[in-house]
């Protein structure tokens, strides 16, 4: 049995994480036997982040790394299909998604002053008194560091959410009228595009991105086409 190692939900969603969130759609996908254990203490984590999967007492840190080693191990039910095209959209999806709108996300939900007090008390709320005092802020420096380092924090707020809704723009795009995002039948970039749409979709902090996203009746039905299937 694998055991995924996974933020607890929260948000009427699977997982406020769109990492977690994708890696546990992968395994309902391939309807590979696991089980979810929620943790927030990260420092067990193979690379110091979640998820993270336990199978067998092997340990595999970071999304994408456990979906390769998933598929070497158990087989690829769900890209073994595909084309050399479809495979390469499939990655410049997953590098859009994951390398780009991700940090525009992070910037909403960190950095936006109008949503950080929600994504304070959803993600620190539990925490005694003294401690909610002081560690959200501690994690928002860094994160706010992070943003800066990667670039994307050096833009305006107007900036750095126009660059989000190109993304969101071009994903809106690419899955036009088709079920899932290479076509009629689901592969695993579905399980990124999913868990990124639905984040953005369904959390209670508003931004343009979620503004845009709504205006989008394909992103509506293939997040609605997803939960019914996988979920």
């Not at 899932?180 to 579905?190: H, K």
Request: hydrophobic share 40%; aromatic share 12%; charged share 20%.
């Amino acid at each position: 049995m694998i055991k995924l190692y996974q933020f607890a939900p929260c948000w009427n969603l699977p997982n406020a994480s769109p990492f977690c969130m994708k890696l546990e759609t992968y395994l309902r996908m391939t309807k590979l036997p696991f089980e979810t254990v929620s943790v927030m203490d990260l420092r067990k984590a193979p690379k110091g982040k979640l998820p993270y999967i336990d199978d067998n007492n092997y340990r595999i840190g970071d999304s994408s790394l456990i979906i390769h080693y998933l598929k070497q191990k158990h087989g690829d039910p769900l890209d073994a299909n595909l084309t050399d095209t479809q495979k390469s959209q499939a990655v410049a999806i997953q590098r859009l998604l994951e390398e780009h709108l991700y940090w525009v996300v992070v910037y909403s939900r960190w950095a936006d002053a109008n949503n950080w007090p929600v994504t304070k008390k959803t993600f620190f709320g539990h925490l005694p008194s003294l401690i909610y005092f002081i560690l959200p802020g501690i994690i928002r420096k860094k994160i706010l560091r992070d943003l800066r380092c990667h670039g994307l924090g050096r833009h305006t707020r107007e900036e750095i959410y126009q660059l989000g809704l190109d993304d969101l723009k071009a994903l809106s795009t690419i899955l036009n009228d088709q079920s899932f995002m290479l076509g009629s039948e689901p592969t695993s970039i579905d399980a990124a595009a999913y868990a990124f749409l639905a984040n953005i979709l369904t959390t209670p902090e508003s931004s343009p991105l979620q503004d845009f996203a709504k205006s989008q009746p394909n992103f509506i039905a293939y997040c609605q086409r997803m939960k019914e299937r996988f979920y």
